[in-house]
């Protein structure tokens, strides 16, 4: 019997285009929610790559929001990321800065606004070699109502980090797939 991948991806394009759906909830993460329906967390472990970028200091800093747990957005056509979230001694964090997704998830980075110009990119070369990404939105932008868009298609890893911020741990991960 040939079993074909296929249909979960064909839903969540069908969600994707019917749904507009509303805004997930941004609240601080902090809890220990009592819902286990979506929006739950997965282990690192099996994302060591992620894992290292966000920890290292190295190449940047490390990401103090990161609590070695990638929010789980796979059932979700759509994620989300608040850049200049708050973080790193300032409004320096995308939030969540560690996520996985299903192929075919746009991924909405929204700036809010606060902690200065930012960006978002992901320069697999100039990082450590593991992301399977490559996009830039751009020099960094400040004010609010900034957006930048991609939908992330091929099963990997996507890297990412704000230039200005970068040393401050201005850094994300996700998971694709
Ligand atoms: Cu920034």
Known sequence: MTTLAVSRRQLLRTVAITGVGGVAGCGGGSGDGGDDSDGGTVSAEAYPSIDEWLTETDIGGADDTYDGALTDSRDSPSLTVDVGAEGNNGNFAYSPSAVVVSTGTEIRWNWTGEGNPHNVEA?????????????SSGE????????YTRTVEETGVALYH???????????????G
Do not use: N, R, T
């Open 123 to 135: 320069l697999p070369e100039e990082q450590l070699g593991e992301s399977d990404y490559e996009f």
């Open 140 to 147: 960094a932008v400040g004010g609010s109502g900034v957006k």
């Open 162 to 176: 704000c230039e200005p911020h970068f040393s401050l741990g201005m850094k994300g991960g996700i998971a694709v």
